[in-house]
């Protein structure tokens, strides 16, 4: 699955997202289109999903990240 697809899931905007991964809102819509984004930040983004479903989302799980370290 995606951001997205697992943002919708949660049901969480772009920005209570960004709020809940502590990234700016411009950092996750680049991972949302693919673009390199940090490990680090990846990571954040799948424990805030993770914390929002109640279910461990490793990054490396993620369809569509692409990394820039």
Excluded: C, H
Aim: without cysteine; aromatic residues 8%; neutral net charge.
């Amino acid at each position: 699955m995606t951001i997205e697809e697992y943002r919708i899931e949660v049901g969480w905007t772009k920005a209570k997202l960004a709020r809940e991964a502590e990234v700016d809102e411009n950092t996750l819509n680049r991972a949302i289109r693919g673009e390199p984004i940090y490990r680090s930040t990846a990571s954040r983004i799948a424990k805030a999903l993770s914390r929002g479903l109640g279910r461990d989302i490793p990054y490396t799980s993620i369809d569509g990240l692409q990394f820039s370290d």
